[in-house]
């Protein structure tokens, strides 16, 4: 079956299984990596993406259910050389540790700040309650998130590339 949609502001059109999750085209199809599968339940937020602007567990979405809509992946935010504001503030930190849950709390950081550009501390954990981690201990996420707030501009962080 066709499926078309945008991914990371890129138009895309490919053929899926009718089966086929979100989650397994992001990574197998399209070679966005970023988005990491482990639970496959929606309990973990690893492969947490925006849909349409808003957090998802993209194991748990079939593929065809997103045609038509907009998609951003980690990819789609930055990268080593001009990193998402975000994920500069939570490496700076050292937020990061083994790296695996990251671009879930990355993804779900994104739409907190996207919606309210101030968020506190209590916002940012009830932003965050979805995305498990078993390194961290969640202290140096949270207060990546809560400095930025603090530093934040009035019109937010967005979803651009780079730290604009």
């Not at 979100?22 to 970023?34: F, K, N, T």
């Not at 969640?138 to 707030?149: G, P």
Request: charged fraction near 20%; include cysteine; glycine fraction near 10%.
């Amino acid at each position: 079956m066709e499926l078309r949609l945008t991914v990371n502001r890129t138009e895309v059109c490919i053929d899926i299984r009718p089966d086929e999750i979100l989650a397994d085209v992001l990574r197998e199809r399209l070679g966005l990596l970023g988005t990491k599968i482990a639970c496959r339940e929606g309990e973990c937020g690893a492969c947490t993406i925006l849909l349409d602007g808003q957090p998802v567990n993209s194991c748990l979405i079939p593929a065809l259910k997103v045609s038509g809509r907009q998609i951003t992946t980690i990819e789609g935010l930055g990268n080593t050389k001009s990193p998402h504001v975000i994920q500069q503030r939570m490496a700076e930190y050292g937020a990061v540790q083994c790296g695996y849950c990251t671009p879930g709390f990355v993804m779900s950081a994104v739409a907190l700040f996207a919606d309210t550009p101030r968020p506190s501390r209590d916002q940012i954990v009830d932003a965050l309650t979805g995305n498990l981690c078993r390194c961290t201990g969640y202290v140096k996420i949270i207060d990546a998130l809560e400095s930025l707030a603090k530093d934040n501009p009035a019109e937010g962080v967005g979803i651009t590339h780079g730290t604009s």
